[in-house]
């Protein structure tokens, strides 16, 4: 009797996400109409619709959390490649140069998918309320992880994009939810990485610092001395904890921040290779197609015609 009670709890348990899931689906789907990408109402909140499989696009990722509604995706930081899909979320802790792609679009339905970007101060409220119920990681971790979904975090975030129906809620009931659903994330398998890096003191927010800044300041030159100096650490931490966080150095993320730049200049600005290379801090051109080609797989303009011919 008892494991026929749990199989029907179970079948409960998801029952209730195939409807939220079947929710969200017509909410993002109505409020999106033709888009395929849209900000919301809500701070912060991001919709994103796809019809098929995509080549590779590249992006900067800010502390946001991802959630795929239906289909699946491919991300890829530094050679390293995550898989994702409904069931799981992406959680990027610190701002990060990607890849993604979308591998499925849901059958004969569109690929959907949010974003929520992360208030780092609402973090570290959420998580000085709840600091003795979580554990931290005991060694450095990247800031881009994945965990998994909850049937909890999962009403939480319906419930956050239904405000998008009741527009006047939306000042009060979005702090209010949005907390909730850090709270449910902190408390996850991977709360331990984004609580690291928001909590003053420890050694993932200061090397966050030098993060922010190489984000902010990437076309600049600066030695990894100086950006020690920034982030009060000795070089040897930092270089240990920046490539933990990361999977990369500090000039090697630097590098990554401007190519990713670049290409969205030349893509999304129509900027010329030359004048992208120099407006992101490249004084050679021979260097920056050869470390193009080197990251992206072609050089610049090669890459570029490719992108927009799969486009069409």
Known sequence: MRLAANDDLNLT???????????????????????????????????????????????????????????????????????????????????????????????????????????????????????????APASPSTGLAFGPMTPELLDALNRLVSLIDTPRDIPVMSNLLQREILYRVLNSSIGGRLRQIALAGTQSNLTARAIAWLRENFAQTISVEDLADISNMGVSTLHHHFRAMTAMSPLQYQKHLRLHEARRLMLAENVAAGTAAMQVGYESATQFSREYRRLFGAPPLQDIKAIRATAV
């Open 13 to 135: 348990f998801s029952d209730r996400e195939a409807e939220t899931r079947a929710l969200l689906a017509e909410t993002i789907s109505r409020h999106m109409g033709e888009d395929t990408a849209c900000e919301t109402a809500v701070p912060g909140l991001n919709f994103y619709r796809c019809g098929k499989a995509t080549k590779s696009v590249t992006a900067i990722y800010e502390p946001c959390l991802g959630v795929i509604v239906r289909g699946r995706k491919r991300i890829e930081l530094a050679g390293h490649v995550h898989e994702y899909d409904e069931t799981g979320f992406m959680l990027a802790a610190i701002d990060l140069p990607v890849t993604s792609a979308v591998m499925d679009a849901g059958g004969l339905k569109d690929f959907l998918s949010m974003v929520l970007k992360i208030d780092l101060e609402m973090v570290r409220e959420v998580a000085a309320a709840t600091e003795a119920e979580a554990v």
